[in-house]
């Protein structure tokens, strides 16, 4: 399963479901559900006053 992870202090979270499915990363600031245009989009959350990032594990 997909994490966060903020780069400066390591705190790490799953990254959020929608649809049932982890939610993926678009234009490198908002996780989207991409299963339905009803779901629509979520800020990345930020830890440390910047975005997390998204790792594949």
Request: glycine letters at 4%.
């Amino acid at each position: 399963m997909p994490k966060l992870k903020c780069d400066i202090c390591g705190n790490e979270t799953d990254v959020p479901v929608c649809c049932e499915q982890s939610m993926m990363v678009k234009d490198n600031y908002m996780l989207c559900c991409c299963q339905s245009e009803e779901c629509g989009y979520r800020p990345i959350p930020e830890c440390c006053s910047q975005k997390m990032n998204y790792m594949e594990v």
